[in-house]
């Protein structure tokens, strides 16, 4: 399915963290599951370090097949220094500014089925095609959505009374897993 | 933090949802994680579900302390015969208009910390306040918005390649668990 989404962002759409998020006080955006956990906040950061440092200078390193096709490490924390001070609406109105640039220069390449199957090196996982690198952004993204909503949903595991272990969004843990995007 | 949300309609805002599922074609709205789970488009029946038969009409019931404060028991399926044939659209449009009308009958109640005390009585897990009640009606919200981002997730497990063990989001399974909200 990849690229090949009709109009609009398809999943990509920037506007779907944002209304997730919006109007929403401190509690509900700087809660999370523990320790070394992302808050709603860090999974807004860890998005726009993809957008920065990411897929998109990954497809570039891919398409221009230059003499190295070895991607970068992802750092899932660089955002922890970024971001110390911001505020959700300014991390809001950046990622939205790069989600939106990032979506235009990917339509601009106009890919073919040919690119799509060109490949890099990820430093962890070996050979990936540009194709499995796009549908990996979306994944990614939408793991992070999910992760939004159940992290705001745990704040609210001491309030439900009976209900808690009825409700798996509760008592489920964020596996660390390795950490390869 | 139940009923202390600041303006707006907080995390049970519909629109969020409708955000999340805005513009994307059909196979993100059906597809879902296996026999019996949840499509995108399950999870919308569902929430209309809890909406006219669930959070609202236990809330009158406990707010009512009459000779009975048992609950109905909530058919977590009753959307599949009642949804056959429907549009996204339309159910969207439906579950905004109702979610929106409780949204207002709440607030109308202006509840007092004491009317958050009372109780009911869940067919499964007995005893339980309004208080407790409203808490996992958001809850269970921010739940299913969770599953609907992954299970949109799921839909790209084959896509993604290598990349596929370092996405937590595409390997998990929903836990079948109790049906007791």
Redesign the interface.
């Known amino acids: ?2 690229c090949e ?4 962002t ?2 990509l ?1 920037e ?2 963290l ?3 998020l ?4 401190e ?2 955006l700087l809660g999370n599951e523990g320790p070394e956990t992302f808050s709603p906040f860090d999974n807004l950061g860890h998005l726009i370090d993809g957008e920065e440092t990411d897929w998109i200078p990954r497809a570039r390193l891919i398409l221009a097949q230059g003499p190295s096709v070895r991607f970068e490490p992802y750092d899932r924390f660089r955002h922890r220094g970024r971001n110390a001070g911001r505020t959700l609406q300014s991390l809001q109105s950046e990622f939205e500014k790069l989600r939106l640039a990032n979506l235009e220069l990917l339509r601009s390449w106009q890919l073919t089925a040919a690119q799509l199957e060109l490949r890099g090196e ?1 430093p ?6 540009l ?2 690198l796009l ?2 952004w ?3 993204d ?2 992070h ?3 939004v ?2 992290v ?2 745990k ?3 001491h ?5 808690l ?6 008592t ?1 843990r ?2 660390p ?5």
């Open positions: 399915m990849v989404w009709p109009g609009g398809g999943p759409g506007e779907r944002r209304a997730l919006a109007d929403l006080p509690p509900w990820h962890a996982l070996g050979p990936v095609t194709r499995e549908a990996a979306v994944a990614h939408l793991g959505v999910a992760q909503a159940r705001m949903a704040q609210y595991a309030e439900v009374g009976p209900w272990p009825f409700l798996p969004v509760l489920d964020p596996s897993g390795p950490s390869a995007s």
